[in-house]
């Protein structure tokens, strides 16, 4: 969740190696991925107080110091791998979604918009996966971390107990994290398309 307050990707895609998954930092990613089921749980279990409460406030903020130093550490050891390209991504969206999930289970959230950064999510996915097969991995815009962050604040007010009761802010922040996430969507397909006509590896 608020994970997403880390840095996505430099646009340096020349640092990338072609291997090294056991790396400091990708353990750091795996390891976010591997907790967030606990999260997941916590909110679930604030269901009285609207999926709110400071455990999962200052669990998420965890989250979200894991995101950004997983980040600094690979450019500082020069280990930025393919795989970690491939991770932290994920880490983000298993985060992201399983706190959103969680928290329009107990009526925190709306479901349209939690099912259009869902599609969106899968379709790159997708579409991520597609350009890794074809050694073409694409480095996150400037606008696409301002998205992860959007996405990362609104959850951490969601879950944060002062804004219990403020659901206006909490609908004007999910919708404006919707229209970040798709604009990017977009971004990346249009990226992805160009670097794979041109035939040029980014990686």
């Not at 130093?69 to 970690?84: E, F, I, M, N, P």
Request: proline share 3%; glycine share 8%.
């Amino acid at each position: 969740m608020i994970l997403i307050i880390g840095e996505a990707m430099t646009e340096n895609q020349e640092s990338y190696s072609a291997s090294g998954l056991a790396t400091p930092a990708n353990v750091i990613t795996i390891a976010r991925i591997v907790a967030s089921p606990v999260l997941f749980i916590i909110i679930l279990n604030a269901e009285d107080n609207g999926g709110t409460s400071w455990a999962a406030f200052i669990l998420g903020a965890i989250f979200g110091i894991s995101d950004a130093v997983d980040g600094r550490l690979a450019r500082a050891t020069g280990s930025v791998t393919k795989a970690g390209a491939f991770l932290d991504p994920l880490a983000d969206k298993v985060v992201v979604l399983g706190c959103m999930f969680s928290l329009l289970s107990i009526g925190r959230f709306h479901w349209l918009p939690v099912l259009l950064i869902v599609l969106r999510e899968i379709w790159i996915s997708g579409y991520r996966f597609w350009l890794a097969r074809k050694s073409l991995v694409i480095p996150a815009t400037e606008f696409a971390k301002w998205k992860t962050f959007t996405q990362g604040v609104t959850l951490m007010i969601a879950v944060m107990p002062t804004f219990e009761n403020v659901d206006w802010l909490i609908i004007a922040l999910l919708w404006i994290a919707v229209v970040m996430t798709l604009i990017t969507g977009w971004q990346y397909v249009r990226s992805g398309y160009s670097a794979s006509s041109s035939g040029s590896s980014l990686s």
